[in-house]
T-cell receptor, first 109, second 115 residues
């Protein structure tokens, strides 16, 4: 079957760095997405990786290892507004997104 | 503002009611999706429309009935729902072909409560 695993909840301190891991098993693979979802709001796109390696975009970076079925989202210089759920999703062979349950990130002052 | 709007934002309905959720995208995309989001669960894909044709129906009960009159509008008709159908219903759109980009843009969702 198809499965995405990510931690349920993480806590970090303002100004610090946090890494949110995601492992996936899908029927075929066409890339890995990360979305951010604030409480009561729509998920918004953060990153898309299809090749191995690290993609950096400001304070956020995303890494992919296709051979390991593994990705992580790295958030630097954490701000209180980064408190949100972070959703990992893999694009399968039919180009449909398979979603994880999301990681709730709590930022403390 | 993602370019995808949904109405209503909140809906409370009884199990015998009939209601409809509406989604509209202003992005020129050719694919639209309905998702169900329950607390602490992955997003559940319900229906996919590509160029107005339904391409996915992931074993959704018949009390949910989608309608896609054109590539910009998507409806979800609801009737005789159960309390376990209470959830956030999200609409999304994407450009499935031509761009190589499969990013989905989401609307703000309809928070549905079935009493």
């Amino acid at each position: 079957g198809q499965n995405i695993d990510q931690p349920t909840e993480m806590t970090a301190t303002e100004g610090a760095i946090v890494q949110i891991n995601c492992t996936y098993q899908t029927s075929g693979f066409n890339g890995l997405f990360w979305y951010q979802q604030h409480a009561g709001e729509a998920p918004t796109f953060l990153s898309y990786n299809v090749l191995d390696g690290l993609e950096e975009k400001g304070r956020f970076s995303s890494f992919l290892s296709r051979s390991k079925g593994y990705s992580y989202l790295l958030l630097k210089e954490l701000q209180m507004k980064d408190s949100a759920s972070y959703l990992c999703a893999a694009l399968d062979s039919n180009y449909q997104l398979i979603w994880g349950a999301g990681t709730k990130l709590i930022i403390k002052p | 503002e993602t370019g995808v709007t949904q109405t209503p934002r909140h809906l409370v309905m009884g199990m015998t009611n009939k209601k409809s959720l509406k989604c509209e995208q202003h992005l020129g995309h050719n694919a639209m999706y309905w998702y169900k989001q329950s607390a602490k669960k992955p997003l559940e894909l319900m229906f996919v429309y590509n160029f107005k044709e339904q391409t996915e129906n992931n074993s959704v009960p018949s009390r949910f009935s989608p309608e896609c009159p054109n590539s910009s509008h998507l409806f979800l008709h609801l009737h005789t729902l159960q309390p376990e159908d209470s959830a956030l219903y999200l609409c999304a759109s994407s450009q499935q072909e031509g761009t190589g980009s499969y990013e989905q843009y989401f609307g703000p969702g309809t928070r549905l409560t079935v009493t």
